[in-house]
């Protein structure tokens, strides 16, 4: 019985308590996002692995910040960068330049460009747009019947990467 009580007071339950802590970070602090394509390049490499903050609030978030959303239409969680916010007109020309409300936008991060149909998008209140960075590679709102998504629906704001190593680092 003595021994019972040393492996409870030793190990059982500090490891249970750790364990505790940890599934309670994850669920509503932390999350890790796998990223299944290159629609992300080069910022984020296909298969890494990125550390993301639940989003409780959007009042912080901000044109170019790189965002995890549940898609309804695609019917899973995605990872893109944020280019629309409420409200706005984001125009996409047929050389692929974004203009919001006709301003360019400047998009350093984008990856192979993709010339084509010129686009136009009115963001309705409560939802935003998102883009790939990869834009020749990316299923984003451009394809997506329905190109808004809800503010409810974003989960996370990514962070840094975790894997691969050799990219480990901010998003910034």
């Not at 030793?10 to 602090?29: D, N, R, S």
């Not at 993301?52 to 901000?62: F, Y």
């Not at 898609?71 to 990872?79: H, M």
């Not at 409200?87 to 409300?101: A, C, P, Q, Y």
């Amino acid at each position: 019985m003595e021994k019972l009580k040393h492996l409870l007071k030793e190990y059982i339950i500090p490891l249970g308590t750790e364990a505790l802590v940890i599934l309670i970070l994850f669920k509503f602090v932390f999350l890790l996002v796998m990223v299944p394509t290159g629609s992300m390049l080069p910022k984020i490499q296909e298969g890494g692995v990125i550390f993301c903050t639940h989003m409780h609030s959007l009042k912080n978030i901000e044109r170019g910040d790189i965002l995890v959303f549940e898609s309804r239409e695609e019917g899973k969680t995605l990872i893109k960068r944020l280019i629309g916010l409420p409200g706005e007109l984001v125009e996409i020309d047929d050389k692929g330049t974004v203009t919001i409300d006709g301003e360019v936008l400047e998009e350093d991060y984008v990856f192979h460009q993709m010339e084509g149909m010129p686009k136009a998008f009115n963001v309705p209140e409560g939802h935003y747009l998102f883009l790939g960075d990869n834009r020749a590679n990316s299923r984003d709102a451009r394809y997506w019947d329905d190109p808004y998504i809800p503010g409810e629906d974003i989960t996370a704001k990514a962070r840094f990467t975790l894997w691969p190593l050799s990219r480990f680092g901010s998003l910034k």
